[in-house]
């Protein structure tokens, strides 16, 4: 099959829209390019991505069901592979799309880093949390308050330098959230220094865990206790029944909390990367 693989004309975009929807938040910072032939259906295959600094970033490929496996993808990997890039990378939400990663392995791409999600009880989690906190106890000059109540210089500060990296996986790396939504968000602060925060909000009757961050110093201490009680708390009190929250390969205190509560994995994230030599 004879491919012309090539960037997609005005009256194309609507295909680009249709194969590659989750591109279309931030259409303006992508390239696009289709794969097409010269017979019904014309477009076969569509791929999205950022280039900058010698990189191919938040690339997105889709390949119509019945031109799957016929080298359709490999081909506009290698296509878009030409130049001066140094690296491609791009996600895989592995529990929708278990077939991607056979693809990615076959076309020389190394998975990374993953993004598990999980759901579990929170009246267990609640609990476990509060028996907890009653042990370990809340030093003088600590206290918890409510985001809205923090400073925010302080929260911003923290969240940037431990959190709020670009995070293909997980959008949520780049938030701080001074905002309506984000109702289950306590603050630890110690002598007047902010010490934790967590930022959740409330989804139906779920609990959502966006992010954590404990400053130096307090890493698996009580603050981090301090804020998952609090949050638990929050939730429960305007109706949350469930609790979702997320954790990456490298982070095992939130693995170990996962796997106390038995929680249910929802969801995989991966990304995947290949070096291109040059």
Known sequence: MKLCIRPPRENEWAVCRMLLPETFGDVASRS???????????????ASFRHAHQAITHLRLHVIPGFRRLGVGSQLVEHIARG???????????????????????????????LTTVEADIAEMRDYTRRLRLRLGQPAGACVMAL??????????????????EGEIDRWRGLVAQTPQMGISPVVMIDGRV???????LEGATAVVRSRVVAPGYHGSWVNV???AEAMDIGWAAGARRARFFYTDTNRDTQKLAARFQAKVTSVVARFQRRLPR
């Open 32 to 46: 696009y390019v289709l794969a097409v032939r010269d017979e019904a259906p014309r477009v076969v295959a569509a």
């Open 148 to 165: 809205a109540d923090a400073p925010a210089d302080q929260v911003a500060e923290l969240h940037a330098r431990y959190v709020a990296q």
């Open 84 to 114: 001066d890039a140094r690296s491609m990378e791009g996600t895989v939400e592995i529990t929708s799309e278990p077939a991607a990663v056979a693809f990615c392995e076959r076309n020389q791409f190394e998975r990374v880093e993953s």
């Open 195 to 201: 010490a934790g925060i967590l930022l959740g909000e």
């Open 226 to 228: 301090l804020l998952l």
